[in-house]
């Protein structure tokens, strides 16, 4: 999913080359992003364009070559001088006026030529990782090498026409995995191969014959020097596409800051974009004349900003219970909520203060929603692909803890937070509260050898953020005991999650939102809630977002079959804020609720559950010691194991495979749910003002 759609889009046409632009945001300045090279289009600004078009009108198109814009047969139509004329002809069809230009490799030269010749029109620009007409350049980038007549093609070798049009797709591998020479690059390699498959060798080899094509403009040192406007570079010291040399060269030639992201790739605002995020923001603040507000001084309260997870509202429930075990020990506490929806609304409705800032989030639950399919969710994939969304997100965060002195940031499973302030420690502004209630990734069987290596890499990745700067996480606390961790490794040469975890990680035990002994008799909470004594009651959820309709309907269509065993049975069935209960058609005997605020007294009082394998209602009913049919979401690591393994370590619940679960087959397990003695072991009562007391000693 993308974090943020366009506002406009068209094309134009300029020499009968159609160019296919997009504009993002209303802000009164604006910024252009011209296009690398063709090897890539627009998208490659994905990191950038949700979070500054907050603030600017952003303006991006696909160079020639790749992307919607088309592909001329003609060597000279992509010459440099065609270039640049299409970057003027899209600020113009766009009424760009005078813009500040961030342009990445190729992108970058357009955007000096820009600031050269046409001064009246830049007001500011950043270059990444940038294309220059002086200084060094790689050997492989001669015309020679380019054109050379070669029986094998190793490394540097397959920059060269003839393998292009022999061989692409490996010389795209080749380049793309050189763009990304850090570590751990796995998913922005995967999208610049993605991005390269919309282009050809043959439109490639064409780009690089039209640099045979002098162009009309002088591009030697003295263009540099008549550079006048605001400048920033940055570039990564291992770029092995343009030379850390050709970055100090324009430096010193423009009197440019210059910023070298040390270990970086060619590509430093794709695969570190929080700390080029921050560097652009800062460079723009200053050269528009913005005085950033000091933070405000500390006061004699406590303020805290609580991060809590989207993904089903358990989480909700569980943060809103350690924060007013908080607040019993420090009473002068002030809480900001920074969430999505739904849980802002039951934020809202228990009387919590939700951040302003909240607004500009990128929708967690929509992003997974759209990666679903029929009961399945292929979660490790589904987060690897939600890296825009935790970019947008993480920079919105980012922006209140800037604007904000905070004495501490809980953090419930923000995964953002957490890799991008263990990416980049010096973006930190308060201490962190870390929970979660797993750890580690697992691959899926079905994904064999491939799946298990992306897994293991992030994996490594997490632990080597953590064992590199192990001050970040002022405290990270595991939902649950040390038993819940599943006895498995983090995969090939990384250790044990038994031996690691307790290593980092303290123990709250599990912590629910309120333990069903609080309720009062069960007699009492099903009267209250409107359960006759001669009725028994199936309540049917599937968590916060629209994933569970199919588990729904497939429920929906036992109902009668259970129906005419058990008369006495009443089904009620809690949609969810985010399915629409008419898309459902449910029988007029189903109780069909959109949202139910007290959903886990609910589950207290009922008499059977039949749940998507979410932790947190599981959990709620293992503690209610409420009978209840599970079904685990196909492909989805953290269900179908870490789930699961606390499941069968309680006692609890029934497990269901969807795939093979006929309307048949959950009848008669609901039947036999229903009339099997219940032997859960039991969940603590302590486990909030055990998290809180913890999260105390930060304050």
């Not at 979401?633 to 969807?658: K, N, P, S, Y």
Request: net charge negative.
């Amino acid at each position: 999913m993308r974090a943020k759609l366009p506002s406009k889009d068209g094309f134009i046409e300029r020499d009968g080359v159609k160019l296919y632009w997009e504009t993002y945001g209303e802000g009164p300045e604006t910024i252009v992003f011209p296009p690398p090279w063709s090897i890539v289009h627009s998208r490659v600004y994905k990191a950038q364009l949700p979070y500054f078009s907050e603030r600017f009108r952003c303006i991006t198109y696909d160079g020639r070559g790749n992307g919607k814009s088309d592909r001329p047969d003609d060597v000279a139509a992509y010459s440099l001088d065609n270039y640049f004329a299409d970057a003027l002809a899209v600020m113009d069809a766009t009424d760009a006026g005078e813009a500040i230009l961030v342009g990445l490799s190729f992108g970058g030269m357009l955007a000096m030529m820009m600031a050269a010749y046409h001064p009246e029109r830049v007001k500011a620009a950043v270059l990444v990782g940038t294309s220059a007409s002086i200084g060094p350049a790689y050997p492989y980038a001669a015309p020679q090498h380019f054109l050379a007549q070669r029986e094998r093609f190793e490394s540097w070798d397959k920059y060269n026409r003839a393998y292009w049009m022999t061989d692409y797709p490996d010389f795209a591998d080749h380049f793309v995995r050189n763009i990304f020479s850090e570590p751990h690059s796995t998913k922005q390699i995967e999208d610049g191969l993605a991005w390269a498959a919309d282009t050809s060798g043959a439109v490639l080899a064409k780009t690089v014959d039209a640099r045979a094509i002098a162009p009309s403009h002088d591009v030697s040192e003295a263009m540099y020097r008549k550079i006048r406007c605001p400048l920033l570079i940055i570039h990564g010291a291992d770029d092995r596409i343009q030379p850390h040399a050709r970055a100090q060269a324009v430096a010193a030639a423009t009197g440019a800051e210059l910023v070298t992201i040390a270990g970086g790739g060619h590509n430093p605002a794709g695969r570190f974009p929080a700390k080029c995020n921050a560097l652009i923001a800062d460079f723009l603040d200053r050269t528009l004349g913005k005085t950033v507000p000091k933070r405000a001084a500390r006061r004699s309260g406590r303020k805290v900003l609580y991060l809590s997870s989207p993904i089903g509202l358990g989480h909700g429930r569980r943060d809103l219970a350690i924060a007013r075990a908080l607040r019993q020990l420090q009473p002068d506490l002030e809480v900001d909520w920074l969430a999505q929806d739904p849980v802002t609304r039951l934020l809202a409705g228990n009387g919590e203060r939700i951040h302003p800032l909240s607004r500009r989030l990128a929708s967690e639950s929509r992003h997974f929603e759209l990666e679903s399919g029929e009961h399945d969710l292929h979660c490790f994939q589904a987060l690897r692909r939600m890296d825009e969304v935790l970019i947008a997100n993480f920079m919105t965060f980012q922006d209140a803890v800037e604007a904000t002195r905070y004495d501490l940031v809980i953090a419930d499973e923000a995964w953002d937070v957490d890799h991008y302030w263990h990416e980049h420690p010096e973006l930190k502004r308060a201490p962190l509260a870390w929970f979660t209630d797993f750890v580690g990734y697992l691959p899926m069987p079905s994904g064999g050898n491939p799946e298990a290596a992306l897994t293991t890499d992030y994996n490594a990745e997490m632990i080597e953020h953590i064992e590199r700067h192990p001050g970040v996480r002022d405290r990270a606390i595991f939902v649950g005991d040390p038993d819940d961790i599943i006895p498995q490794s983090f995969g090939r040469d990384l250790p044990a999650m038994r031996d690691w975890v307790p290593q980092h990680f303290d123990f709250a035990g599990y912590i629910l939102g309120a333990h069903p002994r609080t309720f009062g008799s069960r007699a009492d909470l099903r009267r209250a809630l409107g359960y006759r004594p001669d009725e028994r009651v199936c309540i049917v959820t599937v968590g916060g977002s629209g994933v569970g309709v199919p588990l729904i309907k497939r429920i929906l269509q036992s109902w009668p079959i259970v129906k005419r065993q058990m008369p006495e049975m009443r089904m009620v069935l809690v949609a969810g804020p985010r399915i629409d209960p008419r898309a459902l058609a449910a029988p007029a005997d189903v109780d069909v609720r959109a949202f139910v605020p007290d959903l886990d007294r609910h589950l207290a009082a009922c008499d059977l559950a039949v749940v998507q394998g979410g932790l947190t209602t599981c959990m709620e009913l293992t503690a209610a010691q409420t009978p209840f049919l599970y079904f685990p979401l196909g492909h989805h690591f953290e269900q179908q194991f870490h789930v699961a393994h606390r499941l069968d370590r309680h006692q609890a619940g029934r497990r269901m495979d969807f795939a093979t679960a006929t309307p048949d087959i959950i009848a008669d397990a609901m039947i036999a749910a229903l009339r099997a003695p219940v032997t859960f072991r039991a969940v603590d009562a302590d486990g909030a003002i055990r998290a809180a007391r913890m999260l105390a000693g930060l304050l």
